[in-house]
């Protein structure tokens, strides 16, 4: 998908974005599962909690722009998912702290 949108139109901003949010939440979800304290991997899971954040904000750009298609729903609907996951796990591990 990415490549697509460099090869194809040109965005090359956009791209680095969405990969960078992207593969950010899955990072930062690595590390808190092996974090060194509770505290430590509430902090990871915060972090990648803004990175979905952030990629569904890129998606829903390219969704509205209309420009690329219509293909970007189901890609929209997992990361608001995985949003969903994440504000689950920051709001129980905080409140088993």
Known sequence: MLIFLEKE????????QLLKSGT??????T??????????SLSKMNIALKEAAETE?????LRDSNWYGDHWESLLKDCI?????LISIVKTT????
Do not use: H, T
């Open 9 to 16: 139109y040109k965005e090359y901003e956009i791209a680095k």
């Open 24 to 29: 950010g939440i899955g990072a930062n979800v």
């Open 31 to 40: 590390e808190g599962e092996y974090a060194q304290s509770p505290k430590n």
């Open 57 to 61: 904000f890129w998606i829903k750009q």
């Open 81 to 85: 998912e995985i949003r969903k996951i």
């Open 94 to 97: 905080r409140n088993n702290l």
